[in-house]
């Protein structure tokens, strides 16, 4: 009982809130009080709802694994840090949103990423990157357009897990629910499964809060996914300066596309 409950605690009640830019369609999900380990065993008897068979445990590293196999979706990623930077002690606040469209049927995908403050993104505000085919169009925070430049491949084909990772092993906390239109279940893991992506170095510590998973059984991928730490002395994503605080980041999975006439139509951006 006592391993059951430790899944609990990190799937359940140590959920979190992101989405702090404007315009995010992200659910704000509430952190809840810490209830007694009495009511904690009941909730579970009282949500308890298996997922499909083949879904007794689950392993997304990264946690866009299959995501391939759909024709056509559109996700974001939110991240967002509240702390100081190490060397100065400076406080900073700092946020990204990562937005992704792909039309797997035309090979088109469109990233735009989005940042307040410079923790995270080395002064950059917004970048835009389109793929069509095997061309690659680049517009930055100027308004400059390049042309299958590195970068401009790089930026159109960054995966979600490149930037949030993915988890080893979650098991099943007994919840389903309605998650971005689809029936999907919840599912607790233990921090030594949190695969972690998004440090451009190992920060000198982390702490994990906890997180929470889950599935779709019907398209076999995940469409929600989170993980709350506290860091010491890290350089995350694209920052230039170690920072000590807080590091919330989910994904959502909002869409998904199915035949040739139900794609999202991803064009050049503007000004290429």
Known sequence: MKKLQTWFWVGVLLSFGLGCLPNSNADEVVVPTRADPEGARTAIVRTQNAPPPGFESIAFNPIDFNKDELPGWYAEVTVNFE?????????????????????????????????????????????????????????????????????????????????????????????????????????????????????????????????????????????????????????ILFGEQPVTGRLRYQFNLYEVYYGQDDQPNISLPNGC
């Open 83 to 235: 702390g100081q930077y190490t060397a100065t002690g400076s406080p900073t606040t700092d946020a990204l949103k990562m937005e992704v469209w792909e039309n797997g049927l035309r090979r088109t995908r469109r990233v735009i990423l989005q940042f307040v403050g410079e923790a995270l993104s080395a002064g950059i505000t917004r970048v835009e990157a389109v793929r069509v085919g095997d061309d690659f169009y680049l517009l930055d925070s100027t308004g400059v357009c390049t042309q299958n430049s590195s970068a401009a491949q790089q930026i159109a084909t960054l995966s979600v897990g490149s930037v949030v990772g993915g988890v080893t092993l979650a098991l099943p906390t007994g919840t389903q629910a309605e998650v971005n239109g689809y029936d999907a279940w919840q599912y607790g893991f233990g921090a030594e499964n949190l695969a972690i992506n998004i440090f451009a170095q190992p920060p000198s510590q982390v702490q994990i809060e906890g997180g929470e998973v889950w599935v779709w059984p019907e398209f076999r991928v995940v469409p929600r996914f989170g993980a709350a730490l506290q860091v010491h002395n890290a350089l």
